[in-house]
């Protein structure tokens, strides 16, 4: 069964820094490339940030690039998003995915919320 739990999450003032983490189990993890995205209430999910499956290659949205970093242990079967002068914009529930473009499979953490006040 595949797992992915993120933790991290919480409330923090305007300009202040967290960092997700998103631990993975019951998946090769080293095969799968790893993002993270969040759904604002009343908005759609969206893309943050995304790792390939060694690390060498990362991409963000317009909107976080600059402040925010993406990276990965696969020792660990974690991903990270270290998140930096956040803004009240960036408000939303995060969401850890895990992806394999060879078999096609696609999967889903629970999500965790952040909150940024002004």
């Known amino acids: 069964q595949v797992q992915l739990v993120e933790s991290g999450g919480g409330l923090v003032q305007a300009g202040g820094s967290l960092r997700l983490s998103c631990t993975a189990s019951g998946l090769p993890f080293s095969s799968y490339a790893m993002g993270w995205f969040r759904q604002a209430p009343g908005k759609e999910r969206e893309f943050v940030a995304s790792?390939?499956?060694?690390?060498?290659?990362?991409y963000y949205a317009d909107s976080v690039k600059g402040r925010f970093t993406i990276s990965r242990d696969n020792a660990k079967n974690t991903v990270y998003l270290q998140m930096n002068s956040l803004k009240p914009e960036d408000t939303a529930v995060y969401y850890c995915?895990?992806?394999?473009?060879?078999?096609?499979?696609?999967?889903w953490g629970q999500g965790t919320q952040v909150t940024v006040s002004s």
């Open positions: 790792i390939s499956w060694r690390g060498g290659a990362t």
């Open positions: 995915n895990a992806i394999s473009f060879t078999t096609g499979a696609n999967y």
